[in-house]
């Protein structure tokens, strides 16, 4: 079978024909780097990260450039609110989202330009439209779209003429008058004293002024994509729904308008929101929680990606406690599973069973990823061989190459197995040091090398207790190990394994 994806362009599910078969050019939409990212925009870029580790594990060669939208109204109020050029602005943002990005575990794009950094084949594109008359300068002093000059636009949102106008009249009505049409949008927004304060003014042929946000994608991808690929096409384009319109839309008729390509991207992807109770998380709604405030909850990359991969990307996810709860013992059950596959390894061919069963779990595994990257589908396959392979590991059936190889595209493609640490102490092991004395009932800190400390330092008090015979002390540090994530797996020659997961 082949990788079919749904196509927001056509709302139909479709093969992917990328421009050159073989390699396929993925540009997504990325962070407005004016606050910390937050989990909802994180579900779009896990989808996204999956996506591009899926085409590469079906043998493609992926160019993922991914922006950072670095000039727009909220970077430039947000500075001018803290007193900040742009840049001194963004700059810590920019920082943190690659700090976020990395913690999440999610592929780095190989480019990520900036917007500010491509002002030049900005003012080229607002150039070309304006040369071909698709473009015009309002009374303003800015550069608006002439959307009667582009019978295609609405193509990909399908909004009627009326709606559009509906939607365009929304705006602010100072805007209007300098339009040919309500429905016309910027391109190049006139230098405002606001904007120069905070160094977002460039110079340009039709006047000093700022990108649009729609503009900058537009130039980006057209700029990489022709001189590091040698097309003017995209194979794929995504983002979350709300970019459909107008962004997308937008996207899809500057950059058509320039290039006289019938179409921008051959396939538009969008991925639907992550809600709390209901409501989209957004600064907006004051219902924000980012990944950095689940790295210090001590939550695993491994148990948020199996969270969000649990959900079709399509369908609308409620983050709920119980639910990263759910996750966060699901990632931990795969992590268990995981170890004990590997320590049981055969280097041969093991058992014939066990490799039947990872044959079937494979198919299944890629089949629902296939198919539109039915990731739920794909977990689902997941847990199945977590249980079959269980049986076959407690009926001493070794695992062999095959079985290890269908089994690594989990670690691959999903990638949620959660962190771990683990040591094992000898018999011997000289024990605790005087003066360190007694942990505490709990770790330290949230993080996997403190709780695997304190663990350590449990145990080898579990040691003792056993040794006086006082065998209730023993399990209750047990106990007390086991509610955070320490286990402890006791061998014959009285040695004790020591792991603790994410
Ligand atoms: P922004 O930083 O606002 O430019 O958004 C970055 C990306 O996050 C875009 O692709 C948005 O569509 C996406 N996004 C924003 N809010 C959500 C949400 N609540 N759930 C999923 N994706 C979102
Ligand atoms: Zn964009």
Known sequence: MTLRLYNTMTRQVEELRPVRPGRVSMYTCGP???NHAHIGNFRTFLFEDLLRRWLEASGHDVFHVMNLTDVDDRTIAAAAERGRSLREHVEPYVTAFFEDRDYLRILPAHVYPRATEYIGPMVRLVEGLLAT???YRGDDGSVYFAIARFPAYG?????????????????VSSDEYAKEDARDFV????????DERVGAAWDAPFGRGRPGWHLECSAMALDLLERRWGTRVLDIHAGGVDLIFPHHEDEIAQSCAYTGEPEFARHWLHGEFLNVRGTKMSKRFGNILTARDLREQGVDAGAVRLLMYQTHYRQKLDFTDEALAGAREGARRLGQFHSKLSQAADPGDGSAEFAGA???FRERFTAALDDDLDAPGAVAAVFEFVREGNRLLDRRERPGREVLEAWSLVARVLDVFPNALETTLPA???GVAAGDGQPGEAPPGAGLRERFEWGVRWQLLRREAKRRKDFAEADRIRELLGRHGVTVRDHRDGSVTVRVEG
């Open 155 to 171: 193509r990909l949102s399908r909004l009627d003429r009326r709606e559009l106008k509906a939607g365009a009249s929304g705006r």
């Open 358 to 360: 990872a044959r079937r």
């Open 32 to 34: 407005t780097v004016w």
């Open 187 to 194: 391109l190049w927004k006139a230098a405002t004293p606001l």
């Open 133 to 135: 008359g698709t473009a």
């Open 428 to 430: 011997d092991h000289p």
